[in-house]
């Protein structure tokens, strides 16, 4: 399976982002698709999850209520929408796949994408 992110970018602070993952073989309803992100010096660290039946989503606390996880099933993409974006939001952002339907562990997710940089300036 590969995942390929996108919709990274430089954007101020305040302003909104929404980032897409899209995975090349079908995504069964029991997955979860998570983005995870990553910081200069930094662990990577979840940010979101949502069951790929839709039926669950979940976010750390440091993004709840400002971004949102939702997904496609006929394109086969996740997506992430940022808003209210800070500078500490500043990160190469990760899409991942899990067979385990509900988890924040980086180690449960099989499969990532390559990474997608934002940047916001403060």
């Known amino acids: 399976v590969q995942l390929q992110a996108s919709g990274g970018g430089l954007v101020q602070a305040g302003g909104s982002l929404r980032l897409s993952c899209v995975a090349s073989e079908r995504t069964f309803d029991s997955y979860r698709m998570g983005w995870f992100r990553q910081a200069p010096g930094k662990e990577r660290e979840f940010v979101a999850g949502i069951t790929w039946s839709g039926s669950a989503t979940d976010y750390a606390d440091a993004v709840k209520g400002r971004f949102s996880i939702s997904r496609d099933k006929a394109s086969n993409t996740v997506y992430l929408q940022m808003n209210s974006l800070k500078p500490e939001d500043t990160a190469v952002y990760y899409c991942?796949?899990?067979?385990?339907?509900?988890?924040?562990?980086?180690?449960?997710?099989?499969?990532w994408g390559q990474g997608t940089q934002v940047t916001v300036s403060s």
């Open positions: 991942a796949r899990s067979p385990r339907s509900f988890t924040r562990w980086a180690s449960d997710y099989v499969y």
